[in-house]
């Protein structure tokens, strides 16, 4: 007799559960969709605004520099007004921009800051802005939570979803599973960044990933540090 091991997340297909999810769904559930920049948000507001109402929020204390973190927010909200526009897409999309706060991110990086990228530092600076947008969707009622992260290749999809619906449980909120690279989404984000022109950093965000080496990465990944960097 064979046993069978419990699937743990790296086995687990957080796409074929967003498609069923999604092939549930009845009417058009509000969505509180964590972002971290218009690039990575192309290809998840084009996909979902189908199916649900969403509104944006744009919280990451993580950007080093101010300038920079307003940037990325002015393009987020270009690229939503561009999105509101164009007829029949789906509904239509909100934002909230969130405070800049880095002193948050660095509270949670404490002791943290020579960790590789992908490492403890970055589960850390995922946990942050999930947590956030949970308590944010608990307050004002929504039904679901979510982020775009997941739509980069080196991002850790799998940790990303851990933490997703831990957060679900103390929140007693929805998380929406996702991996978004997955059905080509990765690739869709950049056909859509260069199409509307988008801004694409080419760091992550904290002043450890502007450090960091890109030379090493591929190509499309390196111009573009969210996508790049864990
Ligand atoms: S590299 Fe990116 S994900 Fe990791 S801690 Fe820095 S900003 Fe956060």
């Known amino acids: 007799m064979t046993t069978q091991k419990p699937k743990s997340a790296n086995t687990r297909n957080y796409q074929r559960e967003l498609d069923r999810l999604l092939e549930q769904l009845a009417d058009?559930?509000?969505?509180?969709?964590?972002?971290?920049c218009a690039p990575c948000s192309s290809y998840v507001l084009e996909y979902l605004r189908k199916y649900f109402a969403i509104t944006v929020f744009y919280y990451n204390p993580?950007?080093?520099?101010?300038?920079?973190?307003?940037?990325?927010?002015?393009?987020?909200?270009?690229?939503?007004?561009?999105?509101?526009?164009?007829?029949?897409?789906?509904?239509?999309?909100?934002?909230?921009?969130?405070?800049?706060?880095?002193?948050?991110?660095?509270?949670?990086a404490k002791g943290l800051e020579r960790c590789p990228e992908g490492g403890e530092r970055c589960f850390a600076c995922y946990e942050l802005r999930l947590r956030r947008t949970a308590a944010l969707a608990k307050t004002q009622g929504q039904d679901y939570f979510a982020t775009t992260l997941t739509i980069s290749p080196l991002k850790n999809a799998a940790r990303l979803n851990e933490i997703g619906e831990r957060l679900a449980q103390?929140?007693?909120?929805?998380?929406?599973?996702?991996?978004?690279?997955?059905?080509?989404?990765?690739?869709?984000?950049?056909?859509?960044?260069?199409?509307?022109?988008?801004?694409?950093?080419?760091?992550c965000g904290c002043v450890y990933s502007q450090a960091a080496d890109v030379r090493g990465m591929p190509q499309e990944a390196a111009a573009h540090g969210s996508g790049a960097v864990l």
């Open 62 to 108: 993580n950007i080093s520099m101010e300038a920079e973190y307003r940037r990325r927010m002015a393009e987020q909200k270009r690229l939503i007004d561009l999105f509101n526009q164009l007829p029949d897409s789906g509904h239509s999309i909100s934002v909230i921009e969130g405070d800049y706060e880095p002193d948050a991110f660095y509270a949670a």
């Open 170 to 203: 103390e929140y007693q909120i929805s998380w929406l599973p996702s991996d978004f690279k997955k059905k080509d989404g990765y690739k869709r984000s950049i056909a859509l960044s260069a199409k509307y022109g988008l801004y694409r950093q080419n760091y």
């Open 28 to 36: 058009a559930p509000r969505l509180l969709l964590h972002s971290c």
